[in-house]
């Protein structure tokens, strides 16, 4: 595609429920990233994928989120059993590869997650 | 993580140039970078400078980096109102993440 979608654009939920956050990342990219952002905060980074492997999952907050990747394409973001401090834009990037020299992160537009 | 800080807010008006600043702690950052994000839309790369340059000058943008100090700005030349924006510093090490700075909201009046 023309550039990194998300979806759903905005969520709203109850405490307590599951929810699943998409991101599709620009075509040929082998490299995709999750980033949060809480309201008036700077973007912290969650887990990356080189493929379809997450080298790195140390960056996520708890054991409620998890992340998988299929095909080398769409990513998800799973949040189980939501708390409002969960509540933010969270963020999906992808780049061309991972590795030490310049590679720029193309971002989505994110999804805005609200729990009530 | 490494800390990036940035100010918060800058108003300036329309015509004259705006420069945002920026520091860091990481010293073995390789290249930093400035991102603009506008309402409901993503982050949009809008340049980034190696470790070992000083300066690089692309139209209405200039980007200084002094490495001694770890200091970064960004300078919008004849700022207009399509400016305002939240802009963030990042930097990347030899890793693979980005680490961003809270961000600086610009706002511009006519």
């Known amino acids: 595609g023309a550039g990194v979608s998300q979806s759903p654009s905005n969520k709203v939920t109850e405490k307590g429920k599951d929810v699943e956050l998409r991101c599709d990342p620009i075509s040929g990219h082998t490299a995709l990233y999750w980033y949060r952002q809480r309201l008036g905060q700077g973007l912290e980074f969650l887990i990356y994928f080189q493929g379809n492997s997450a080298p790195d999952k140390s960056g996520l907050p708890s054991d409620r989120f998890s992340a998988e990747r299929t095909g080398e394409s769409v990513s998800t973001l799973t949040i189980q059993r939501t708390q409002q401090e969960d509540s933010a834009v969270y963020l999906c990037?992808?780049?061309?590869?991972?590795?030490?020299?310049?590679?720029?992160?193309?971002f989505g537009p994110g999804t805005r997650l609200t729990v009530l | 993580g490494e800390d990036v800080e940035q100010s918060l807010f800058l108003s300036v008006r329309e015509g004259d140039s705006s420069v945002i600043n920026c520091t860091y702690t990481?010293?073995?950052?390789?290249?930093l970078y400035w991102y603009k994000q506008e309402p409901g839309a993503g982050l949009q790369l809008l340049t980034y400078i190696f470790s070992n340059m000083d300066m690089k000058q692309d139209q209405r943008l200039t980007v200084l980096l002094n490495k001694k100090d770890k200091h970064l700005s960004l300078r919008i030349a004849d700022t207009q109102t399509g400016d305002s924006a939240i802009y963030f510093c990042a930097e990347k090490d030899s890793g693979y993440a980005l680490n961003f700075g809270k961000g600086t909201s610009l706002l511009v009046t006519p």
């Open positions: 990037a992808s780049s061309l590869a991972v590795g030490r020299t310049y590679n720029e992160q193309f």
């Open positions: 990481d010293s073995s950052s390789t290249y």
